[in-house]
């Protein structure tokens, strides 16, 4: 048996969950999961994930969205999508310099942790090469000048466009052309120190350090045209006191960094996240 997953949503009203689940025993599936939230049960959204099990569901996929979309999609207006589990989602990263983010991926997809075919790493530097090719990954330079920095991305677009499902920004230090965003909507996934927009710029630790917060964070979100403006997907937290250095504050926000970006790939990867508007619906495990 293999496992199939549907995210939806759509305006929320009476016998949704019945239509959903008399569809999918029509066709013979057995469901094993089932999440769902009402923003509002009078004239709210309805988001549903729902796991199910169908025999050769890889070799039906088609056949099954087609019944799906013409037996209740249609009828209550559904926003969805339904994927095939053992179809594995490809995957690109792309870093700069800093390794932390980048290597906790790489690790979770070496021990069968991440659900993904991981194709490459980009990067515009050469410092990682050795540690991404020493998990048998390609790594792919592209150098990202000033003069340059258009022509490289189109470059890199061009070849991811048709190649992977996600890409994954692991502290990758460049703004992504709006083209981007565009080739991959809800589809590149950013991590970043959660002190923006309060500390902007350069070294946001020594300014948090100066400021003597109490709480440091990360933010992984989806990227959109708007700067670190997109749909927060998972944030994480740490309390500090005036006895952290601002290593310490770096130390913990890299722990953190890494594991907040973990957990979104992974989410992402699993069809656990909804985009509503600005913000997101996640089913997660936790």
């Known amino acids: 048996m293999e496992i199939g997953r549907l995210l939806i949503q759509c305006p929320d009203r009476t016998g949704i969950i019945a239509a959903v689940s008399g569809s999918l025993s029509a066709l013979g599936a057995n469901i094993t999961d089932l999440d769902q939230h009402s923003s509002d049960p009078r004239g709210g959204r309805f988001f549903m994930r729902l796991e199910f099990e169908l025999g050769d569901l890889g070799d039906r996929l088609e056949e099954v969205r087609e019944r799906f979309a013409a037996d209740v999609a249609g009828r209550f207006e559904m926003d969805w999508q339904l994927n095939c589990a053992s179809l594995r989602k490809r995957l690109a990263i792309l870093v ?19 659900d993904a075919e991981l194709t490459c790493v980009y990067s515009n530097h050469e410092d990682l090469r050795r540690q991404v090719e020493s998990f048998d990954i390609e790594y792919r330079h592209f150098e990202v000048t000033p003069e340059n920095k258009f022509e490289a991305h189109r470059q890199m677009l061009t070849e991811l466009s048709e190649r992977v499902d996600l890409v994954v920004l692991a502290r990758y230090m460049q703004i992504l052309p709006h083209d981007w965003v565009e080739a991959f909507p809800s589809r590149i996934i950013n991590i970043h120190h959660s002190f923006l927009p309060a500390f902007v710029g350069a070294d946001p630790y020594r300014q948090a350090f100066d400021k003597g917060v109490k709480l440091i964070g990360a933010t992984a979100h989806y990227v959109t045209e708007e700067l670190d403006q997109g749909p927060i997907i998972e944030q994480d937290t740490a309390r500090v006191t005036h006895r952290h250095s601002v290593e310490d504050l770096r130390a913990l926000g890299r722990n953190l960094e890494r594991q907040a970006l973990a957990r979104a790939v992974q989410w992402h990867l699993q069809d656990r996240i909804i985009v509503d508007g600005a913000k997101t619906i996640v089913f997660s495990r936790q």
Do not use: T, V
């Open 96 to 114: 700069s310099r800093h390794d932390h983010a980048l290597l906790e991926l790489l690790w979770k997809h070496a021990r069968g942790e991440l």
